[in-house]
């Protein structure tokens, strides 16, 4: 499945730009293109193609120059990694100018995530839980002010409706009155997107980790990583095949703003978790979700808002936050945290009175659980 879809997002990818280009693509043996006016039209037969095919799509955006996969580039572990003035710490919108304020979360492994629990705060979509699963995340980029800056879901669905394949298949798998209304079709976008995002090619669970392939230094970081006195397993279990390196919960880190991109993009203070509607306790101020470490080596810059470039510098904050630690990316000691409140976690983090070089075998722990596919974007 990986390598059908893979092969589908390239071909996906090529049919736009030679679209873009006024020049056609050679049918092979997994779809059929016929040029239909400005388009180009891809015979697809399942939600995942449609999904994969809608992900790549860069008409779905205002100006028709971004797509899902702008932001979530399937060739390097579904993040984005575009020049935009302040070193990849967030995202250029649709209009070339506009800043987000977080930082791209990597799409990979996303589908594993539970839906939002406002009980136990966890789970979710989005760095703040705000979305209550995938299908729910999907529907977000497109109306996004500062991300692809369409108007209105209307507005999404009147551009894949200029696309006869996507009408023929979204009737065929969805109904044939699927686009008799607003919410069922803007939902079946999303479904299908959602769809694509659940397949291997998100989720190979091939890295050396896997496979029982980690050099020596990534095992005595693994031992570190699971012991009592490091216990990063508290937030980022391990346990069990195909772990997630998550417990799908939010902490507040302590982290520094990102001053740099806050001088270009005029965002005020980022309250994490209690920016999400459903979460109104002031404990939860500050706190962001727990990703996923796979890809982890491949997928800087680091934190909520991009605020670190380097992997060692995030393990560095982490042993070091609380003891006068210096941040080796500016020289200087941590800036102070951004949302400075008593529900900083503590236990755990910032003193694990860890030498350099245990560090640097945590760092080669983390770099061995990338996916086979990326691993030669390691730096």
Known sequence: MQNKYLKYNLLSMSVILFTACGGSSETDTTSTETTQSSTVSVVISTKEELGESLFSDTSLSLTRTMSCATCHDPLHAFIDTRANGVNGAVSLGDDGSSLGDRNSPMASYA??????????????????????DLTEQAKGPFLNPVEMQMPDESSVIDRVRENDSYVATMESLYGETIFDDTDSAYTAIADAIAAFESTAAFSPFDSDFDTNTMSAAAIRGRDLFRSRRVNCVRCHDDRGDNA?????????????????????????????????????????????????LRNVAVTAPYMHNGVFQDLKTVVHFYNTRDTGGINPETGSA?????????????NDVGNLGLSDAEEDDIVAFLEALTDAKYKDLIP
């Open 244 to 292: 997630l390196f998550t417990n799908f919960t939010y902490e507040n880190l302590g982290l520094p703003a990102n001053t740099n991109v806050r001088s270009q993009n005029g965002h005020g203070l980022d309250h994490g978790l209690l920016d999400n509607p459903d979460v109104s306790a002031q404990t939860e101020d500050g706190k962001f979700k727990v990703n996923s």
């Open 334 to 346: 941590w800036e102070a945290a951004e949302i400075n409140r008593p529900n900083i976690v503590t």
């Open 111 to 132: 589908s594993f995530t539970p839906s939002f629990d406002l009980t136990n705060l966890s789970g979710g979509q989005f760095l703040d839980g705000r979305a209550l």
